[in-house]
């Protein structure tokens, strides 16, 4: 089963040009993703729920490869384009917060996802903390984009979610994907202290690079 995913998420990256932004043919794109259909191989993949907000896993492209700005623009939600609205910051300006440890190269995947249901209405300082108990890590901007890129639908009016790997040193502005007034994805962020009743904290179980 995961194999017939793997090739959806390689096809829909194509199908949105990923290879012609980052200036590379379709097959050279392509052959960069190839090793990682084998990590799949030995990791535990749950079957997906989006009811519940589970995913087995979702490839996830660099921003070094194809900018946060650019990666949204192409996420289409009920039929519209995703934006970007983080001023005065931009996803540039984030970086990914130690203790997380990213697979090297320009893409990898993202293992056993949770949206965040169970942290809803929950600051993002709690949720953190959360996470850390259960042994879960947080998610970049990258791979939030990632998620609703490969899942639209995994985006919900009640459950949107915060994306707590990125931040931008001490700022306290946590950047989160939610669905905005225009019916439109849109990234953004919020205040680290502030709880919000539509608004969780994604996580994952694992990542794998090659």
């Known amino acids: 089963m995961f194999q017939e995913e793997f090739d959806r998420q390689v096809e829909n990256l194509l199908q949105k040009r990923y290879h012609e932004i980052a200036g590379e ?19 535990y993949l749950p079957a997906p729920d989006l009811e519940r907000g589970r995913l ?7 921003s070094e490869l194809v900018a946060a700005e650019q990666a ?7 039929g519209k384009s995703g934006i970007s609205k983080m001023y005065p910051r931009e996803p540039r300006d ?43 890590s947080p998610l970049t901007i990258d791979e939030g984009i990632a998620i609703v890129t490969h899942y639209p639908e995994f985006l919900m009016k009640n459950n949107c979610f915060s994306l707590l790997a990125s931040r931008y040193g001490g700022d306290k502005r946590v950047p989160a994907i939610w669905i905005n007034g225009q019916k439109r994805a849109n990234l953004g962020w919020c205040w680290a202290g502030n709880p919000h009743t539509w608004l969780g904290s994604a ?5 794998a690079g090659v």
Do not use: H
């Not at 990213?102 to 893409?107: E, I, Q, R, S």
């Not at 996580?203 to 990542?207: K, V």
């Open 25 to 43: 043919t379709a097959e050279a794109f392509t052959q960069q993703l190839e090793p990682l259909r084998e990590r799949l191989e030995v990791l």
């Open 56 to 62: 087995p896993f979702v490839i996830v492209v660099k």
């Open 72 to 78: 949204m623009v192409l996420v289409e939600w009920e």
């Open 94 to 136: 984030f970086n990914t917060v130690d203790g997380i440890n990213l697979p090297t190269g320009v893409a990898y995947v993202l293992v056993d996802i949770d949206r965040g249901k169970e942290s809803i209405n929950m600051t993002p300082n709690e949720a953190l903390s959360r996470l850390e108990k259960e042994n879960l």
């Open 203 to 207: 996580s994952c179980r694992s990542r």
